[in-house]
């Protein structure tokens, strides 16, 4: 048994209350924002080490990247240039890396979550043209769940405002369709051992695309949607568009945030999941 599941196992055992706290609340802690002249930054965040804990299948990268490359280069799909309210333009290139980060996140939540024994769908493949999303990326059990994926450094769990209403459903869904309530929103951190060149995706040589590339993955925690509304949202955790988290990247559009240490913990998560009858 690897510590992770050790360590689950010993919180959902000497932990009787899990049964009886569905609306846990985390307890976040703000970041200190600085203007210097017309520019705001973000100061003191909290430190939080990144220590990979998912050795992704080669077949998972694989169908990541033929997606990725489908979505883009491929022309069967489309992703949005620009986001909801944002300022700036994404490259093909640009919108191939998010695409194939964050399907990477997916599968190596759907894989940790499969190797657990907690029933998980399979991340969505479907190639769909632009206007058109899946309205969640997994479900398990009965709770739906939210991956955001981001580089290995990130320390910032981060969600745009304009995608969500008062009660924390996500809003941002194709015309007629409901709001989605998430019931999950899970951080995945990525490294890699080398950048991603245009050369090594517009020809579609997933050989090529592999070579000297090695996957650092890391799921770094859980956000659950009580601390998100009850917290995030009415406390307003927000990070305001301009803002510069570093001295060169600035926020492109106003996002709510909590930090990676504050978040719900894989052991944690793990216990609330197993402690649902659906896996008893």
């Known amino acids: 048994m690897d510590l992770i599941k050790e360590a689950a196992l010993d919180y959902y055992q000497s932990s009787s209350q899990i049964k009886d706290e569905p609306d846990l609340l985390l307890q976040l802690r703000r970041l200190r924002f600085s203007r210097f002249g017309k520019k705001i930054f973000i100061q003191d965040r909290l430190p939080f080490k990144f220590e990979p804990n998912v050795i992704l299948k080669e077949k998972y990268i694989k169908e990541a990247f033929e997606f990725s490359y489908n979505m883009t280069y491929g022309r069967m799909g489309a992703h949005r240039i620009t986001r909801s309210g944002g300022q700036m333009s994404r490259s093909l290139s640009d919108i191939f890396k998010d695409t194939f980060q964050g399907k990477l996140g997916e599968f190596a939540v759907y894989q940790f979550l499969t190797n657990y024994g907690i029933e998980c769908t399979a991340p969505d493949l479907e190639v769909l043209p632009l206007g058109y999303w899946d309205e969640y990326d997994l479900k398990a059990g009965s709770e739906l769940i939210s991956v955001k994926t981001t580089k290995g450094n990130g320390t910032l769990l981060l969600l745009e405002t ?111 999941m197993k402690s649902n009858s659906h896996y008893n």
């Open 162 to 272: 304009d995608h969500y209403n008062k009660d924390g459903a996500y809003t941002a869904v194709p015309e007629n369709e409901t709001p989605v309530l998430y019931d999950y929103f899970c951080f995945v951190r990525i490294m890699m051992n080398r950048k991603i060149h245009e050369e090594d995706i517009k020809y579609k040589s997933f050989q090529q695309f592999m070579s000297n590339q090695v996957f650092h993955i890391q799921i770094t925690g859980f956000l659950n949607h009580h601390t998100f509304a009850n917290c995030v949202i009415k406390e307003s955790f927000v990070i305001p568009q301009g803002a510069y988290i570093t001295e060169n990247i600035k926020m492109d559009v106003e996002n709510f945030y909590v930090q990676a240490a504050d978040l719900l913990g894989i052991e944690e998560f793990i216990a609330r």
